[in-house]
T-cell receptor, first 117, second 113 residues
Framework: AQSVAQPEDQVNVAEGNPLTVKCTYS??????LFWYVQYPNRGLQFLLK??????LVKGSYGFEAEFNKSQTSFHLKKPSALVSDSALYFC???????????????FGKGTKLSVIP | NAGVTQTPKFRVLKTGQSMTLLCAQD?????MYWYRQDPGMGLRLIHY???????AKGEVPDGYNVSRLKKQNFLLGLESAAPSQTSVYFC????????????FGQGTRLTVV
């Protein structure tokens, strides 16, 4: 079964500082990996995804994520945090192989990011 | 530019009542999903569909049924609501599986008393 772990329930960072939100995954095959953001009382919005190739993926609003196959990680990063980045962030995975895992999109429990002015 | 639309946005049910949540997407996506979001639990997949007329169980299917009679609609039914089904429900759709991202609706906040 595929799974995603986000080890930090909350991350606090000062405005202007770099931020990292951690994610590790487990799949039987190779992964497709996604990051989503959720603002209060809203649905999830897609930020970026890793398919194959370059391990550094760039996405919306200045976010990027680094895929590390040996560590099975896909950490979300941003060089300079904004107060408006404060939200709930979710990592998700699909298996590239066949079977139910290639259909299902499995999410982590989410990390609350607070950017302090 | 509607995307994924969920109806209703809020609902309060009494224990034992039934209801249907409607999800509609206008992106011609093949795959559709129903998730529930609970504090500290993240998003958990209830049921999903890989095409019109198909449905499959996800991680937490008990107490729910679904139907996908039309490609653009995915219905989630609660036959006999229980307080444990108090949650925020999200519908999502994606073009296919694999590397395609999912698009989410705004959510339905359901309270069962």
């Amino acid at each position: 079964a595929q799974s995603v772990a986000q080890p930090e329930d909350q991350v606090n960072v000062a405005e202007g500082n770099p931020l990292t939100v951690k994610c590790t995954y487990s799949v039987s095959g190779n992964p497709y990996l996604f990051w989503y953001v959720q603002y209060p009382n809203r649905g999830l919005q897609f930020l970026l995804k890793y398919i194959t190739g370059d391990n550094l993926v760039k996405g919306s609003y200045g976010f990027e994520a680094e895929f590390n196959k040996s560590q099975t990680s896909f950490h979300l990063k941003k060089p300079s945090a904004l107060v408006s980045d404060s939200a709930l962030y979710f990592c998700a995975v699909r298996d590239q192989g066949s079977g139910a895992g290639s259909y299902q999109l499995t999410f982590g429990k989410g990390t609350k990011l607070s950017v302090i002015p | 530019n509607a995307g994924v639309t969920q109806t209703p946005k809020f609902r309060v049910l009494k224990t034992g009542q039934s209801m249907t949540l409607l999800c509609a997407q206008d992106m011609n996506h093949e795959y559709m999903y129903w998730y529930r979001q609970d504090p500290g639990m993240g998003l958990r997949l209830i049921h999903y569909s890989v095409g019109e007329g198909t449905t499959a169980k996800g991680e937490v299917p008990d107490g729910y049924n679904v139907s996908r009679l039309k490609k653009q609609n995915f219905l989630l039914g609660l036959e006999s609501a229980a307080p444990s089904q108090t949650s925020v429900y999200f519908c999502a759709s994606s073009r296919t599986g694999g590397n395609t991202e999912a698009f989410f609706g705004q959510g339905t906040r359901l309270t069962v008393v």
